[in-house]
Every structure is written in structure tokens, then in C-alpha cells.
């Protein structure tokens, strides 16, 4: 099983960039051009910074929407698509070398080349205008300095067509699994990670039908959980019909989570077996080249000369290696002798065409229409719209697989049995329609819980559809929705802001059962205990035992994620905390606790520390990865990790040179929309939609965001340009 990958979202330091100092060279044409579509484009920015941007075409719309990305965060824009052209390590040495190699070993530019220069004459305009708004602002800003990329092409789209986070990630494969196959000597991979550091994808998606609003108009709830910064609040509009709003991730030309006037879609990511992993049986013919067996047959392993150039001490080297490839797809790895292959669909014009055709959307048909295209790999789907339906699509592009075989290990990659037969259709997918309950919530768990018992049949699908089983977001989910109420955007954004913790519903009880096994007199840990046994479970910024419950759970976790090692058996996260809890003894628990304890205590000189005082909010340079400073201002936050049940998602942890946890991920864009006769709608976004600390709009929302508090949405022209700051053509601001 490959799952879709949650690893980029901007993590790049700017000051270890390697600039390159020569200019742009641009045509008279080309300015000629641009300057043209500029006069069709208007920018209006409104009290929060947030870009409306309004063109005569669509082409203009995006011209002016990649304008305005540029202006809030261009290196956001470009390192993108460092990344996914496989040239990071240009930019930031060798370490990133085999990051480079996988991507230039799954997507290949010169098939993005290719497509677009076959694609529909609508869609090549709008990659035309992607490119020429980030060339034009690249012409009328010279004192701006790329990391890499100094002129962008109409084709880079075409590189990541799906509108995700990134490519994929290989399940079974690592990076360093990579380095084995393909390199020789030490190369000091970018590992920067922390185990015990909960996992920071994720996001919320619910939908909520006429039959339980107060107005009688569907609600839906979008609530991505990412990297913070990687996704802006920004709208657009065009005289073709164009009207949406949204967040766009940086450097794409469509809004990738939001609303139209008519429709409404969040995409959670999905772990649906999309991509599959084959052991290839490999040998040397006569000739001494490599071949695969195939059918009772061989056949010859194709290969590819790969260059990969790097930095080093500032001067500029490559290495090339052979790529190999079977019939299945790039191979990438090695077991017990055996080459492992990958299959996956990493990069379709039709996800570029898709994610056009749902931003224009004017009805369910017109968005059904869009996903029949099946081309979104990564992504489930929450949807509500202005005739009161509201839907899901648990996944999108589905191969037909065998399903005696077990996809989410590798498979025998020789014989036919194993080959994708097709695509699933549509209407062969996992998908709910106007429940008579009246919701739909998908928090990146099964799909089998998102109606609650109005789900579809768990047995009635493949599993390869959907291999997850729930997480504490799920369950916590569907306890608050299951009950009768009228919802309106407050109670909407409430019930999102849950912040109990589902899954100390297990561990304080079982870690209760292993106190009182042993002595429960200890005076010290007799007042830990209290402090946990009578907590309500939320978390929130006064409360001490919050504190003391995720640092010592987050002990727990890697024995907890491990299981029994069993690889053929793989429940879901919360049966294996179940399991953990019923099986563990007073040590394992106890340990980690009093482990727990020594340490607040050596770093505040007290455990009895407030979760607000611990976990802070801090934003203080433009820089991709964010650094923080335990001396400098911070907000006290009192969300908590999505890991632990709570809806709204706020990873954070410490670093070496501080004390304070800091977040980096998890709730981004948030926001709330009602489909009536008017769309009304309420967002937040994580710090503020500029990168430039000097901007007014780098943290205006910071504190805002630490507490949930929402602003209107300005999504007609009237209310904008009510609140107008500021208006201008792209290149004469």
C-alpha cells in the first residue's frame, strides 16, 4: 500500500539558500504580454490582507491570483516547485540528494511537457497565465532574488495535478531504503524529525443537511489540518463566471478547500490503497543486463540516467544515477533479493482539469461530473451545496485490484493475477448522499463511521478501498454529532473547537488501574494522579493536567503505534491503544510518567505547569522553517495535537533551544459556510496571510487563531470593497 504523502508544506530554512545572483531575462514580448493581461486584473485587498482577485477571464483571475501569491509569500511559491521539479538539493546540499532522486524517479518533466503542450486550449491558457503572473511580478520586482528558479514555466503545474501536499509516500519504502538501492557512501540525509512527535497530517471535514439547521440552508465545515503557512485565504472572480473563495495551496492555480456561490468541498486526506508496491524477480541475461521475470517470460529492465545536481560549500556538483524501471513503475528498493517496484499515479492533466471543473461547479451534477474524471489520488471529499444536498467520496482514483492479495504489502510483481484491471467507477466507490440523519464527518478515519449508523457496509467494499480503520477525531466526531440538534455557524464552529481529548478516555483509566496496583501513598505522584483522575479530559489553557497527560503519552506512543508486529494484521489506532492499555504493566505506564514528571519539573522547576504557559503560538520570521525563541512574545495556546482526539489539531513540541512547545501544524484555513439565498461564511487562518514579518498581515489573526475566533468571510464584491484597503493591477501597486 502507498499512501498520499503529508511531508512538505514549506519546511525550508531561508537562510541556508543558495542564491543565484544573475537577473531575470525577459522578452519585450513577454512584458507585452503580461502587461496586457494586467490591465484586465484587478487586486483588492481587504482590511486582513486578503487578496479578492477579479479579472474579465478566467486566464486573468489566475494571472492576478499568482500575482497576489507572489506578493504575500514568493518563496512559499517557488520552493514548491523546487521540490517538485527534484532539484532541492540545489538549493540545500547533498542531504536532500535521494529526496531529488525519488521525486525525478515518479514524476517525469518531460511527460508534464508534453501534456501541455496536447492539453485543451481553456486549461493551456490558464497554465500560460499561472506562469506569466509569477513572471511578471519576478519583471516588476528585480530586487526579488529566487532560490533556483528564475523564469517559471506554463508546464510546472503539470508536475502536481492533484492539488495535495505532495507526490506520495512510499509506506514500505523509506528514503534511506532509497539510499541503499541507489547510492554508495555516506550521505547525511534530511532526517530532521522527532519519533516521539505526534503525526501532523490530518483534517475535519463535516456537512450538514437543511434537516438539521436552524436557517433549513447545509452548512459545511473546512477545517485542513497542515503545516501552518502552507495554504493562504484568498478569493476569485471573473466575468466567465468564476466566484470562489478559499484556500489555495502556494503556487497553484485553483482554490484547493473552499466555496463557490453554489457548492462547497474539503478534502480530507485519504488513506485509501491507491498505489501498490511489487517484488520483482530479477536476474542478468547472457548480455549482462538486467531482466525481470513476467508471465513464465523475462523481460529486459528499462533504465534512465538521472543527474541530480547539488550544492556544496557554495560550488555547484552532480551525480547521476541509473534509474531502473519495470513495466509497474520505478524501482526503488531491494528485499531479500528481490528488486521493489512502485506503481502509482503521481501525475494526470485530468487532476489539473478536475480541480478547474469543481472551483465552477453550479450543482451537484456539475460537481458529480468533475469527479467522474477520477483523477484526485489522495483525497476524500465533504460536500454541501445551495439545493441542501450534502455528500462524500471516500477516495476518488481507485485501480481494480485481486482482492485475494494482501495490497498493503508488496506483491508478487510476476505474474498477471497481480495487475490493476482497470479503475473503479464512480458509483463503484465508497460515497453517501443526503443521510436521513442529516450529517457527514470525515476526520481522515473510516469511511464506515461517517454517517454513523447510516454509514455504508464495511463488507460490501474491497478493502483496499479503505484499509484504516477509526481514529479519537472519528469517534469524537461522531459522539457530538449523534445527537438531535439545530446547528447554525456558531454552533457549527463550536462543535469543530471540541477539545476533549478521546483518547485519555482509555489511557487515564488504564494508567489509574497501574497506580493503585502498586504504592498509592507516594505523595508526588499521589498528586499527579489527582490532578489526571479529575480531569474533564479537555484541554485548554489553564489546565495543568494536559500538560502532564500529552508529554507522558507521547512517551507512549511509539509502543503504542508498534502493535503486536504482527504485519498481516494492522488495526486502526484505536484498537491498538485499546490493546496497549488492556495489556500493559504498571511499569510501562508508570515509568513514562514519573519520567514525565522529572522532566517539567527540571525544565519549569514545577509540574504543575498550565498547558497555556507550555504550549505557545509563535511567529516571528518569514522564514519556511519557522524558528522560535523562548525570549521573544508567544500566544498560550489551548488546543492540543488531532493525535489525541481533539478536533481542533495544534501540534507542537520543544526544540533544542527551548523550553516552551511551539506549533507547527495543524489547523490552517478554518472556516464555516452557509448555502442560502447569499452565501454566508466565517474563517480563521494560522497567523496571517503574508510572509513578511514587517506586513501588518503576517500575524494579525495569531491571536485570533489561539482562541477560535472567527472574522466574516467578504465574499461579494459590495462587502469588499466596503472593507478595501487597498486596489490596484497586478504591477502598479
Known sequence: MIAPIKKWGGSLLLS???????AQSFTP???????KRASATNIIRDKWGIAHVMGKTDADAVFGLLYAQCEDDFPRVEMNYIEKLGRMAEVTGEKDLYEDLLIRLIIDTADAKKDFQTAPVWLKSLLQAYADGINYYLYKHPGVRPALLQKFEPWFPLLWTDGSI???DIAEITVNDLKKFYGKGAVALNTDTKKTDPPTDGSNGFAFAPSITESGNAILYI???TTFYFRPEISMQSDEGLHVYGAVTWGQFFIYQGFNEHCGWMHTSSYSDVADTYLEKVSKNEKGEWVYEYNGKTRPVTNRNITIY??????KKEKTFTGYFTHHGPVMSEKNGQWISVRANNRDIKGLIQSWQRTKATNFAAFNQAMSLLANTSNNTVYADDKGNIAYWHGNFM???NPAFNWQQPVDGSVIATEWQGLHTLNELITIKNPANGWIQNCNSSPFTAAGPLSPIKERFPKYMAPNGDNFRGIRAVQLLT??????????IETGYDTHLTAFDLLIPALEKAWRKGDTTEYLLRG???????WDRRSSVNSVATTVAIEWAQKLWPVILKGNGDPEEDPDVVEKTKRFCDKADPAQMLVPLRSTIAELMRKFGSWEKPWGEVNRFQRLTGNIRESFDDNQPSIPCGFAASTWGSLPSYVSRSYPNTRFRYGNSGNSFVCAVEFGKKVKARSVLAGGVNGVPSSPYFNNQGEMYTKGEFKEVLFYKEDILNNAVKQYQPGKE
Open 29 to 35: 514580448a513577454e512584458i507585452s504580454r503580461w502587461e
Open 16 to 22: 541556508s539558500l543558495f542564491f543565484i545572483s544573475h
Open 483 to 492: 445527537p438531535a440538534r439545530k446547528y447554525n455557524l456558531d454552533k457549527v
Open 399 to 401: 485501480p481494480k485490484r
Open 310 to 315: 547539488y550544492t556544496d560549500k557554495g560550488v
Open 528 to 534: 499527579v494522579m489527582q490532578t489526571l483522575l479529575s
Open 223 to 225: 477545517n485542513p489540518h
Open 166 to 168: 505532495g507526490a506520495i
